[in-house]
């Protein structure tokens, strides 16, 4: 799939594929700015992927009421949905202080760690 002159990102979480568009989508219509947002992807305790979402907003603003509403929003997407049900992948949320930029600078919109091994430097 072609946005513009660039492909569209995909991940694939608790064995489907995920198209970051339908994150984006979801967090529209959370009323979130979507301006600057990104999405990291982990392993979590029990080998669950982890679909972390990190919002411009401080980690101190985001609540429990703003992450049920923001989570009900996402759970919209319903591949993603059928993951978190069968327990095989969680949703986190956290706030700018949280921003991986690449050694560059940039800060690229989907973040893959799944495969990375903890404690090697440059990770």
């Known amino acids: 799939m072609k ?3 660039r492909t569209a990102e995909e991940f694939s979480l608790g064995g489907h594929r995920i198209s970051l568009e339908l994150v984006e989508r979801a967090l ?10 990104q999405v990291k992807l982990s392993i ?3 080998g669950k992927d982890c679909l972390t979402v990190i919002l411009d907003i401080e980690d ?3 609540s429990t ?6 989570e ?9 949905r059928e993951a978190v049900n069968r327990g095989v992948s969680v949703i986190g949320w956290r706030g700018r202080e949280q921003f991986i930029y690449s050694p560059r600078g940039k800060l690229n919109r989907l973040l893959d ?4 091994v903890p404690g090697v430097q440059g990770l």
């Not at 009421?65 to 923001?70: D, I, Q, R, S």
């Open 60 to 62: 101190s603003k985001i």
């Open 65 to 70: 009421v703003l992450t049920m509403h923001l």
């Open 72 to 80: 009900k929003c996402l759970l919209s997407i319903s591949r993603l």
């Open 28 to 37: 529209i219509a959370s009323g979130v700015s979507t301006e600057i947002y």
């Open 44 to 46: 979590v305790e029990g």
């Open 113 to 116: 760690i799944r495969n990375k």
């Open 3 to 5: 946005v513009g002159s």
